[in-house]
T-cell receptor, first 112, second 114 residues
Framework: GENVEQHPSTLSVQEGDSAVIKCTYS??????FPWYKQELGKRPQLIID?????GEKKDQRIAVTLNKTAKHFSLHITETQPEDSAVYFC???????????FGKGTRLSVIA | DSGVTQTPKHLITATGQRVTLRCSPR?????VYWYQQSLDQGLQFLIQ???????AKGNILERFSAQQFPDLHSELNLSSLELGDSALYFC?????????????FGEGSRLTVL
């Protein structure tokens, strides 16, 4: 089955700097790659997703890139703010077939 | 508010006991997923139901079972509890059986086994 590896497990950045979180997946048939944000004590919420027919997607300060050949995808957050502090999870699945498999998460701390 | 309701929010019990966690999906959603979140293990997929039928099974222990009822709410039953079962259990729902988009998570049920 699918296996998703996520790095780093913790990340600290200064406010205003960029943050990058990377994930790799094992199943070349996976074609849906969402990112979820979980604030302390809250539920995970989708922040952005990408499907395998595109290489990059952007939504304001966040962007996701996908390299299907290398089987990795990344989350980029620019101009980080204290409210970006949370745990971020990447995930992968085969659309229409399998439930999401999540990475173990990255705890992002934005230092003011 | 995601529209997914989970009860209880917190549960403390002893080893060997049995508990039931309940989930009401968003109105109109037919698919319910259960995930377990432990400290260092991220979100582990347990089981999925679609319109009352089991759709997919993940790393769910034999001591655990689930079902989805005709009104689409779901229950996760955990029996012969062990210390290692202490975790946050999330329910999530989607409209369709296929994974085509956003999972809407509930607030979770935090289980502590003493």
């Amino acid at each position: 089955g699918e296996n998703v590896e996520q790095h780093p497990s913790t990340l600290s950045v200064q406010e205003g700097d960029s943050a990058v979180i990377k994930c790799t997946y094992s199943d070349s048939a996976s074609n849906y790659f969402p990112w979820y944000k979980q604030e302390l004590g809250k539920r995970p919420q989708l922040i952005i997703d990408i499907r395998s027919n595109v290489g990059e997607k952007k939504d304001q300060r966040i962007a996701v890139t996908l390299n299907k050949t290398a089987k990795h995808f990344s989350l980029h957050i620019t101009e980080t703010q204290p409210e970006d502090s949370a745990v971020y999870f990447c995930a992968a699945s085969i659309t229409g077939n399998t439930p999401l498999v999540f990475g173990k998460g990255t705890r992002l701390s934005v230092i003011a | 508010d995601s529209g997914v309701t989970q009860t209880p929010k917190h549960l403390i019990t002893a080893t060997g006991q049995r508990v039931t966690l309940r989930c009401s999906p968003r109105s109109g959603d037919l698919s319910v997923y259960w995930y377990q979140q432990s400290l260092d293990q991220g979100l582990q997929f347990l089981i999925q139901y679609y319109n009352g039928e089991e759709r997919a099974k993940g790393n769910i222990l034999e001591r655990f079972s689930a079902q989805q009822f005709p009104d689409l709410h779901s229950e996760l039953n955990l029996s012969s509890l062990e210390l290692g079962d202490s975790a946050l259990y999330f329910c999530a729902s989607t409209l369709a059986g296929e994974n085509t988009g956003e999972l809407f998570f509930g607030e979770g049920s935090r289980l502590t086994v003493l």
